[in-house]
């Protein structure tokens, strides 16, 4: 057994060699994220992986589990540390080796086994590691079972067992590009920029666009993580802009942005403009909605409200279900109501039957804009976006919170604006029309402007969007109003990207 893992074990000393340290903030809502050496130790991942193993026998699924990892230089000897803890849990592994989020969900179903567990930091910048679990595919673990995983790895409670084992798997990648590219090719010439931040997606990406019939513009597909030009995060404006650079010089048809693990994408359209992925989640609303009559879907709080009101997918008889941020939750809300697809404004968005199995696939994602661009020959991106009633709307903004106070601030702003509603009180001279409390509060004035704050699931921060159907002005105005309110909490610091 191991001995109980610790949180106050400084590196360069004996008990951090004899002893696991786990970090409790850690443990997230959906997944699990520290920063490596300073919060989660080599044998606290090992902790880790023997909690995540007692779990998968506590939940009574078959013990068998598919485990890759991203390309950062630690990755692969946090894999080992996780896979010797999971073998000794009584957990038999099959180590698909260098992967993306999407290459090792569907090696569950390649592989015909229940559980996986993905090592990736995803967008978070060096120097942080994690693990996405999930043992009933296509979905992945919620709060529920993170706060059980907490309570193994925190409190020594998981157990050896015999029965473990290791298997692996040298044909993940080629297995996983081959089911995506059996299919028919695209018609219609596109040039496409690809963009992967030189994290793992440049070793699926560009070859699976091209085999579906695109022209592929590379654009830092070199796999290098250190990530020399900027993080691999498609809600990044720096990484957007590097795109549109990219887009207007090579006159392409469409940029698509990928993440580190590969599960998001970003688009900018023809002319350089980048599209926020909710717009083209919308987009691509409309496009299956033509295939698919009376289509349901699922969208997260930050999205824009023209899911309920674009007069299109009204005219379709489309529905949507506004329900909380998280791939976890907005996958698993989707798979409970039967939506065709769940979109998330991060780019994370989960098709299932008949385009995809569930998860969550920047790939995936990518080839349904090829096709959709396929079925509209006469329109470029840019004029598909133009289709869309306008708004404006901001980018995704994180001030920096630290996780044991986030969440109450968050509270206090709910509570705040429900007073505000309750007392008949204005912002911008203007009544709140709507108050949606499932995941912070996402607040609604009488023209339709709304701003939401929410606690960011996997970092030490908050997250803030607006939207208005009016003005940029009025879109400013509730930023402000926001800011403004947030400014008055000590413990709420400086933004990521601000407008």
């Known amino acids: 057994m191991l001995p109980t893992p610790r949180a106050d074990l400084k590196p360069n000393t004996l008990e951090y060699e004899n002893i696991p340290l786990v970090a409790p903030q850690g443990f997230r809502e959906y997944d699990a994220r520290w920063l490596f050496e300073k919060e989660i130790n080599l044998l606290g991942v090992q902790a880790l992986g023997l909690g995540l193993g007692t779990l ?15 390309f950062r230089s630690y990755s692969a000897s946090i894999k080992q540390a996780l896979m010797t803890g999971l073998m000794a849990a009584g957990v038999q592994v099959h180590d698909i080796g260098l992967a993306l989020s999407p290459v090792a969900y569907f090696s569950q179903f390649a592989l015909d086994v229940p559980c996986v567990a993905m090592v990736t930091a995803s967008h978070n910048e060096n120097g942080w590691t994690g693990v996405k679990m999930g043992a009933n595919r296509p979905l992945t673990f919620g709060p529920d079972e993170m706060t059980r995983l907490k309570a193994i790895v925190l ?14 798997v040298d044909d993940m990648r080629a297995r996983y590009i081959a089911d995506l590219t059996d299919r028919p090719a695209i018609s219609r010439k596109l040039k496409v ?28 597909c070199e796999l290098d993580f250190t990530f020399p030009r900027y993080n691999p995060n498609p809600e990044d404006m720096e990484m957007l802009h590097a795109l549109r ?57 930050k999205s824009t409200g023209l899911f309920l009101t674009d007069p299109v997918l009204q005219e379709l008889g489309a529905t949507t279900d506004y329900w909380k941020t998280g791939h976890s939750y907005i996958k698993r809300r989707s798979h409970e109501l039967g939506a065709l697809v769940g979109f998330e404004k991060s780019g994370h968005y989960f098709f299932n039957n008949p385009i995809g199995r569930g998860y969550d696939d920047g790939c995936v994602a990518a080839l349904a804009v090829l096709d959709m661009l396929d079925r509209a020959p006469d329109k470029t991106m840019a004029d598909l976006k133009d289709d869309l009633p306008k708004t404006w709307g901001s980018p995704t903004m994180s001030p920096h919170c630290p996780d044991d106070k986030k969440y109450g601030v968050v509270d206090n702003v709910v509570a705040h604006y429900t007073a505000m509603r309750d007392k008949g009180e204005t912002i911008m001279g203007q009544a ?22 929410r606690a960011s699931s996997n970092k030490p921060g908050l997250v803030v969007v607006v939207e208005s159907p009016v003005s940029e002005d009025n879109m400013r105005a509730m930023f402000a109003e926001l800011d403004a309110t947030l400014s008055t909490y000590p413990d709420v610091g400086d933004y990521d990207q601000k407008l």
Not at 56 to 70: C, F, R, T
Not at 155 to 168: F, H, V
Not at 194 to 218: D, I, Q, R, S, Y
Not at 258 to 275: L, P, Q, S
């Open 245 to 301: 650079d990219a887009v207007l010089e090579h006159k392409a048809d469409v940029g698509l942005a990928f993440d580190g693990d590969g599960d998001r994408c970003g688009v900018v359209d023809n002319t350089g403009e980048e599209i926020f992925a909710d717009k083209v989640g919308v987009m691509l609303a409309r496009d299956l909605a033509r295939q698919h009559p009376n289509a349901k879907f699922v969208v997260d709080v």
């Open 193 to 220: 920029v690809a963009a992967c931040g030189n994290g793992t997606a440049g070793a699926f990406m560009p070859e699976v666009l091209a085999k579906v019939g695109a022209e592929v513009v590379p654009l830092d």
């Open 432 to 453: 709140i029309r709507d108050l949606v409390t499932v995941n912070g509060v996402r607040l609604t004035l009488d023209d339709g402007t709304w701003g939401l704050i």
């Open 155 to 168: 409190g020594g409670e998981g157990k050896t067992r015999s029965g473990g084992g290791y298997t692996y």
């Open 56 to 70: 998968i026998h506590e939940l009574g699924v078959k013990p068998e589990i598919a485990v890759g990892h991203d």
